[in-house]
């Protein structure tokens, strides 16, 4: 089984800062990879597919990069809506889930 | 406009079985893999396994295997998935996730159900 690492489990920012979240798989994926978000109560909401591709919708400030076994989600400027725990998840081998990073406002 | 709509909360005895349903609407319901994905209280994602709704084909997580039973009814476009011998750590919110490629069976997740709690307690 392939294991998502996520780094930090928690990233305290303010808004208008830029975030920055890592995902590290435990052997390569190649570009198969994903990054939701959640919110409190809600179903995960997809946002980057195959590491850099963003889904339908999802505003210009998420971005996504990386390849193999290291991957970033970048958000350019934190929007307050934009606090939530994100998740990547991986579809090279099986499917699993990275264990989440909570994005709180500092 | 694509919705994935779970039956409702459930309370169960450790030892019992669940069935939660998934009823899809919007979109051909034979043409995209269904997921079924676990969240346990304040805890990550874990995922469950799939099943193809055209053909009724299945793939289960190692951990779930005979364990968990993943149908679907194609006249009603609903999947449902059948969790056996609950324990209190089977308590969760179970969701049914669609795939977001035609006919892709591994893939990642476009439209989600709204989550049904399953509580297992004595």
């Known amino acids: 089984e392939i294991v998502l690492t996520q780094s930090p489990a928690t990233l305290s920012l303010s808004p208008g800062e830029r975030a920055t979240l890592s995902c590290r798989a435990s052997?390569?994926?190649?570009?198969?990879l994903a990054w939701y978000q959640q919110k409190p109560g809600q179903a995960p909401r997809l946002l980057i597919y195959?590491?850099?591709n963003r889904a339908t919708g999802i505003p210009a400030r998420f971005s996504g990069s990386g390849s193999g076994t290291d991957f970033t989600l970048t958000i350019s400027s934190l929007e307050p809506e934009d606090f939530a725990v994100y998740y990547c998840?991986?579809?090279?081998?099986?499917?699993?889930f990275g264990q989440g990073t909570k994005l709180e406002i500092k | 406009q694509v919705q994935l709509v779970q039956s409702g909360a459930e309370v169960k005895k450790p030892g019992a079985s669940v069935k939660v349903s998934c009823k899809a609407s919007?979109?051909?319901?034979?043409?995209?893999?269904m997921h079924w994905v676990r969240q346990a209280p304040g805890q990550g994602l874990e995922w469950m396994g799939w099943?193809?709704?055209?053909?009724?084909?299945?793939n289960y997580a190692q951990k779930f295997q005979g364990w968990v039973t993943m149908t679907r009814d194609t006249s009603i476009s609903t999947a449902y998935m059948e969790l056996s011998r609950l324990r209190s750590d089977d308590t969760a919110v179970y969701y049914c996730?669609?795939?977001?490629?035609?006919?892709?069976?591994?893939?990642?997740?476009?439209?989600w159900g709204q989550g049904t709690l399953v509580t297992v307690s004595s």
């Open positions: 099943i193809n709704p055209n053909s009724g084909g299945t």
């Open positions: 052997q390569s994926v190649s570009s198969y």
């Open positions: 996730a669609r795939v977001a490629q035609r006919f892709l069976e591994w893939y990642y997740f476009d439209y």
């Open positions: 195959d590491a850099s």
């Open positions: 919007g979109y051909t319901f034979t043409g995209y893999y």
């Open positions: 998840q991986q579809r090279s081998n099986w499917l699993t």
